[in-house]
């Protein structure tokens, strides 16, 4: 009942004489209105699902803040705006109060704000001007608990940071109980917080769209942020839309004396339309390349890279096409296996003397794996097949002990039959399966539970391709 008033979902009735409205119908329909809002089958029961929903950190701002405001709104429109927008482009702010026990610098906090500010200003003709003292549009703080503006934090979890509309004066407070952090997956990914409350200081409410920056709950790290569609047009609609910039003069062009490899939107159509991969890894020098069939693309932090895909036989001299799994171990030498063989590659040289044979050289693993990774729990190589792991030391002897192959249950929210596994660089393992994927937290020993849930489409989120093109759903 706290939760459901103190985010807009039910009137506050501590002052009320009007307790027979408590009744359990009436909880039950404002259960279900957050349900619905989360995303969540709408019971009006206050089942595991929806309490863990309701203990997720998230934004202190309430997700209802009129009168059906949320009932009322188009069905295709998600966002909400709040009703209230900066009246200049050019918008000045001051951090007030920095972190007190924060890992991070006074210049690592001003340049995460600053990042977090642009990823609004990238899409509009805002522009934010940091200042040290004087009045500024944006005030932003770090408090603790009461902190004089009537809604006080919880400590660390629960409520990470509010921010008030521009009508308000669309200042943003952050709870400094909270363990902010930069591009680690320990603590409080303060650009993410950040960038999700300075919305809220441009004017707009709490998105439906789970893949929205909008959404209440904080997601946890996620080095591949970004505005969804969902917030480029609600600011879009606040703000108008950023102008290109006109070339000074036309160059003409010059045709080069070679083929450049060009991304064609047959191979962009071939990716996209069935997202499943036979294996993806991650080289030394911190290259993500996704194989399939007899091609490979090279992923960026959102989309793929130009050029691609390639032919495997033009870049990974003597590798097979239709891969079964792979991984780079701690030395920099990626492994590829398909059958009852494996291949191993300095950079995108085959090394002398391959391919072998999976039981000379990976005793103990069986033949035709699905999946392979080193795990950042241990440092150890782990095979999945079928509905079994096997654990690989290769310092140890044997390398596989007796207690193997394990089932893959034990490793909570992973399916059987997988395509292949990544360990990532934020530091996350990633499992792939029919063009879905799943995040993997290793220090919890669970699949991430967060909103969009997993498994999501792994053709938006990690190929870049248009959500309507991604066939591969849950059907």
Not at 21 to 30: A, E, I, Q
Not at 68 to 85: E, I, P
Not at 248 to 274: A, N
Request: hydrophobic share 30%.
């Amino acid at each position: 009942q706290m939760y459901l008033m103190k985010y807009g979902y039910m009137d506050n009735m501590s002052n009320s004489k009007s307790a027979p409205l408590l009744s359990p119908d009436f909880l039950k329909d404002h259960i279900m209105d957050f349900q619905g809002f989360a995303g969540l089958n709408q019971t009006g029961e206050l089942d595991p699902l929806t309490v863990e929903y309701m203990k997720m950190p998230r934004c202190g701002v309430k997700d209802k803040v009129g009168k059906g405001s949320y009932a009322k709104r188009r069905r295709r429109k998600r966002y909400v705006l709040q009703g209230s927008r900066w009246r200049v482009r050019d918008l000045t702010y001051k951090i007030s109060k920095y972190p007190s026990s924060s890992r991070l610098s006074r210049s690592q906090v001003d340049n995460d704000i600053a990042e977090a500010l642009k990823v609004w200003s990238d899409y509009t003709e805002l522009t934010f001007t940091q200042k040290e003292s004087g009045k500024v549009h944006i005030d932003i703080r770090f408090d603790r608990r009461e902190h004089g503006d009537g809604d006080p934090f919880d400590g660390a979890g629960g409520t990470l940071a509010h921010a008030f509309f521009p009508v308000y004066g669309g200042d943003a407070h952050f709870d400094d109980d909270e363990n902010w952090s930069s591009e680690s997956l320990i603590g409080t990914n303060l650009v993410q917080a950040a960038a999700h409350e300075f919305g809220h200081s441009l004017g707009l409410s709490h998105s439906k769209t789970h893949e929205a920056l909008m959404a209440p709950f904080y997601r946890g790290y996620d080095p591949k942020l970004k505005l969804d569609g969902d917030d480029i047009k609600a600011i879009e609609t606040l703000y108008g839309k950023r102008k290109e910039k006109t070339p000074p003069t036309t160059v003409q062009s010059v045709t080069p004396p070679f083929d450049v490899p060009r991304f064609g939107i047959s191979d962009r159509d071939e990716i996209c339309s069935h997202s499943k991969i036979d294996s993806i890894i991650t080289t030394k020098n911190k290259q993500t390349y996704a194989f399939k069939g007899s091609k490979y693309w090279k992923l960026t932090d959102d989309s793929i890279a130009e050029g691609y895909p390639r032919r495997i036989s033009s870049d990974w001299e003597g590798l097979p096409p239709d891969l079964d799994a792979g991984f780079t171990w701690t030395n920099g030498r990626t492994y590829f296996f398909k059958g009852s063989k494996y291949w191993r590659f300095t950079n995108q040289n085959m090394d002398e003397g391959y391919p072998k044979l999976i039981s000379k050289g990976f005793v103990g693993i069986p033949n035709n794996v699905d999946a392979s990774f080193v795990w950042s729990g241990n440092g150890k190589i782990y095979f999945f097949k079928g509905s079994k792991y096997w654990r690989f030391d290769p310092e140890a002897r044997p390398p596989v002990k007796e207690s193997y192959p394990k089932q893959i249950s034990n490793w909570e929210g992973i399916p059987n039959d997988l395509d292949d596994a990544l360990m990532y660089s934020n530091g996350y393992t990633y499992f792939f399966k029919n063009g879905e994927y799943w995040r993997f937290n290793d220090r919890k020993f669970q699949v991430d539970r967060t909103n969009p849930p997993f498994p999501r489409p792994t053709g938006r989120w990690w190929f870049g391709c248009p959500e309507s093109t991604d066939i591969d759903d849950k059907e």
